[in-house]
Every structure is written in C-alpha cells, then in structure tokens.
Nanobody
Framework: QVQLVESGGGLVQPGGSLRLACAAS????????MGWYRQAAGKQRDVVAT???????NYADSVKGRFTISRDNVKNTVYLQMSGLKPEDTAVYYC??????????WGRGTLVTVSS
C-alpha cells in the first residue's frame, strides 16, 4: 500500500517562509512526476509546481520566483520551499506522485495559513 505523508504546513506571517515535504512509502514502483497542488476554501484544486525525474520543473505563474520544488529520488520525497508568502497562498497543499505506469497518488494535505 502506498502512503504519501506531507509535513511542514502551519501559520506564517505575510512575507515569511515555509518548507513542505512529502515522503512516499510502499510499493510505488518507479516515480516519474512529483508535484504540489493547492486548494483554497471554496475553490478548485490547482497545480502549484511539478518536477519530473530528470529534474525539470514547472510552476504556476502565481508562485514563480517565490516557490522552489525539489526532490530526492532515493528517498521518494518531494519538497516545496515557499518564500515571500502572501495571504492568497493560504490553502491546503497536496502532494501528488505519478509513477511510470501513470498511476497517481495523493497525500491527505497540509494546511498553510498566511496571516498577520
């Protein structure tokens, strides 16, 4: 059974930083794409950033220059370093992993609240 466990969410003031981590365990096979999505209250879930096995990354326009995604292929862990946080970044952040067979896994989410 595959499990994705997110950590690092919390309350931070505007302009602050947080680092999210998501560790995958279980029989996940070869991990291809790893990513972070977020869902604010009353809104749809949107992609924040993705990273493929070779290291190429993509970011939502709203986070470019502020967020950095990275991964550790040995540990099957993906990170999201967030800086310059804004109130509009407040959301539940979900980890997403797609393996080489196209099977998608989701974490349960971690809440990030940006407020003074």
């Amino acid at each position: 059974q595959v499990q994705l466990v997110e950590s690092g969410g919390g309350l931070v003031q505007p302009g602050g930083s947080l680092r999210l981590a998501c560790a995958a365990s279980g029989s996940i096979s070869r991990v291809n794409t790893m990513g972070w999505y977020r869902q604010a209250a009353g809104k749809q879930r949107d992609v924040v950033a993705t990273i493929v096995r070779g290291g190429s990354t993509n970011y939502a326009d709203s986070v470019k220059g502020r967020f950095t995604i990275s991964r550790d292929n040995v540990k099957n862990t993906v990170y999201l370093q967030m800086s310059g946080l804004k109130p509009e970044d407040t959301a539940v952040y979900y980890c997403n992993i797609v393996n080489a067979y196209g099977v998608t896994y989701w974490g349960r989410g971690t809440l990030v609240t940006v407020s003074s």
